[in-house]
């Protein structure tokens, strides 16, 4: 069974920094992309930035890049958020999702770990 | 980037009912060397993770019952429920993943019981 189990959501200051996990299990990790995908309290999604199977080729929202970083270690079947300068925009519940082998949608999706950005 | 929205933002149906969301790309999600339609729909019930439903714009993911469909081409896209379900109520997604820097979302459609 495909699990993504999210970790490492906490309260932090605005200004401050955040490592954020993605567990995964079920699957042969280094088969896939895998990205994470945002969603504030009461609104939408919004895709955040991901990475290629061998790590290669990170992409960004434009609203993250050059504050976060997403990287993986697929010796240990895991993914990382690297969340610096956050904002209280960046209040959001984070969810881990895994990118299809044979397209780009997203056929599985971690249950989410809530980060909030507050002083 | 691509821009995709939805219509409506909720919608109240009946059970046994259809419900019938759209969703426009502000262009073409349409890729003509595969003719394939890069859209995906997804299901959000309340307090859980997305799930994927509809790839491809009409492929049903396995395990997902047959009264959900997806259809169009192109910049139009719907997703039709049939039969209306209680355990259908949800918020909708559209994404498009044509271009993927940046993939992006549908607002949301929100689906309730009338």
């Known amino acids: 069974e495909v699990q993504l189990v999210e970790s490492g959501g906490t309260v932090v200051r605005p200004g401050g920094s955040l490592r954020l996990s993605c567990a995964a299990s079920?699957?042969?990790?280094?088969?896939?992309?895998m990205n994470w995908v945002r969603q504030a309290p009461g609104k939408g999604l919004e895709w955040v930035a991901g990475i290629k199977w061998n790590g290669g080729s990170p992409g960004y929202a434009d609203s993250v890049r050059g504050r976060f970083t997403i990287s993986r270690d697929n010796a240990k079947n895991s993914l990382y958020l690297e969340m610096n300068s956050l904002r209280a925009e960046d209040t959001a519940l984070y969810y881990c999702?895994?990118?299809?082998?044979?397209?780009?949608?997203?056929?599985?999706w971690g249950q989410g770990t809530p980060v909030t950005v507050s002083s | 980037d691509i821009v995709v929205t939805q219509s409506p933002d909720s919608l109240a149906v009946s059970l046994g009912e259809r419900a019938t969301i759209n969703c426009k790309s502000s262009q073409s999600v349409l890729y003509s060397s595969n003719n394939k339609n890069y859209l995906a729909w997804y299901q959000q019930k309340p307090g859980q993770p997305p799930k994927l439903l509809i790839y491809w714009a009409s492929t049903r993911e396995s395990g997902v019952p047959d009264r959900f469909s997806g259809s169009g081409s192109g910049t139009d896209f719907t997703l039709t429920i049939d039969n209306l379900q209680a355990e259908d109520v949800a918020v909708y997604y559209c994404q498009q993943y044509y271009d993927i820097l940046p993939f992006t979302f549908g607002q949301g459609t929100k689906v309730e019981i009338k």
């Open positions: 999702a895994r990118e299809s082998s044979s397209s780009f949608h997203f056929d599985y």
């Open positions: 079920g699957f042969t990790f280094d088969d896939h992309a």
